[in-house]
């Protein structure tokens, strides 16, 4: 029996035996043991059975070691010390325990972090539960593929900060698209600021989820996002300078209309259009070259609509933007489907997180509360 006179004694002669396979079956054993038993253990008995496993493993092949890190990766009683020793070894050991053992402190998981490279990593990011710090550290060291087993982890706690890296990174990893924009938690700002590079079922997905914001959260949203306008914006904006010059007179002139940019899109006149299209649908320069230079021809359809084009407006400019990667009849009428079906209230809802730019353009950023992104996303119907 286990603890018992006999049974201790058995354990001493096996630690006695020089072979491989008497000090496996002792370190069976001894894990047994302490399996059988963890809560009737002092703590400096623990601590002796961390150091004498830790020892018996350490000898063995990584076989072995793997066996006892499965054994105790769910086991919450567990030696800390023993399990940072197993998490800190090979990643064919370390991995069940990083994945499940509910031993580590948030400390640890940072230290392995920055310790080890991306099998680890990839480990810490498939736990159950990984807090903020611990998810801060992953998206500061990570790569893309450890990033998007992060954002698909539900239980990951994930910064806005650190959500803000992510949707940067994903401008050019599409792995990182479909598990950022899905996220229950992702802020409604940043879920439009992935719409230019999301295929369209994403798109699609971006629409539906943030058409029935509440208003006055949305308000709070975009107030969070006013630091992330793109670097570049007066560059941009002094290339357009000299059209605008021509759109202040046409609008002075209340001449500045849907019928006006079509003349323009007809002349081949694209700054003058870009500049035009901007002051009509009241956005800044930089979200209208985007919108014009969409090759889907989706965000055309979402501004065109949010402004009451009419859809004879919206089918000519479609069909004019030599931009637009939009060339067979079949794109044509899809996007007129879109057109059509897409309420106006969810377009200018949409338009309302594209407009974030020109806001924060035009007023410095301050201090923003906190936004509870869940509670905005569990509004949308």
């Known amino acids: 029996m286990a603890g018992s006179p006999q049974y201790l004694q058995e354990l001493i002669d096996l630690a006695k035996e020089p ?17 059988d038993t963890p809560r009737s253990l002092s703590e400096q008995e623990e601590a002796d059975f961390s150091h004498v496993v830790g ?3 350490y000898e063995m092949e990584i076989k072995v070691r793997k066996i006892l890190a499965e ?31 509910p031993v580590f402190k948030d400390s640890d998981l940072v230290a392995i972090v920055r310790k080890h490279g991306e099998g680890h990593m990839a480990a810490i ?6 807090s903020a710090e611990v998810a801060d550290t992953l998206v500061e060291r990570g790569s893309d593929s450890v990033l998007a087993q992060l954002a698909a982890n539900a239980g990951a706690s994930l910064s806005r900060t650190a959500m803000e890296t992510m949707v940067d990174r994903a401008q050019k990893n599409d792995a990182l698209h479909e598990p950022l924009v899905t996220r229950r938690d992702m802020p409604p700002d940043l879920m439009n600021e ?21 208003p006055g959260l949305v308000d709070e949203v975009l107030s969070q996002a006013r630091g992330r306008v793109l670097d570049g914006y007066d560059h941009e904006e002094r290339e357009l300078a000299q059209a605008a010059k021509y ?24 700054p003058e259009f870009i500049v035009g299209f901007a002051r009509l649908a009241e ?26 084009f009419a859809r004879t407006s919206f089918s000519t400019l479609l069909m004019l933007n030599e931009n637009s990667a939009v060339q067979s009849p079949s794109d044509v009428e899809r996007l007129l489907k879109l057109y059509d079906q897409l309420p106006h209230d969810a377009a200018q809802r949409t338009m309302r997180f ?7 353009a035009r007023q410095p950023a301050g201090p923003v509360a906190p936004l509870n992104s869940t509670t905005a996303l569990a509004q949308v119907g």
């Open 19 to 35: 072979s491989s396979d008497k000090r496996r079956e002792l370190l069976r054993r001894v894990t047994d043991l302490f399996l």
């Open 55 to 57: 020892r018996l493993a």
């Open 71 to 101: 054994r105790l990766s769910t086991v919450a009683t567990a030696p800390r010390e023993l399990v940072n020793r197993l998490a800190n070894d090979e990643i064919e050991v370390a991995r069940p325990i990083l994945q499940n053992s």
């Open 125 to 130: 990011a498939q736990r159950k539960k990984v």
């Open 194 to 214: 992935m719409f230019w590079s999301v295929s369209a079922a994403l798109r699609q997905y971006i629409i539906e989820q943030t058409a029935n914001i509440d």
């Open 247 to 270: 759109v202040d007179r046409e609008q002075q002139s209340g001449r500045l209309t849907e019928n006006l940019l079509v003349k323009l899109l007809r002349l081949g006149q694209v």
């Open 283 to 308: 956005i800044d320069n930089r979200t209208a070259r985007r919108i014009v230079f969409d090759p889907s021809g989706e965000a055309l359809a979402i501004a065109c609509k949010a402004n009451k």
């Open 354 to 360: 594209w407009r974030v730019r020109q806001q924060a």
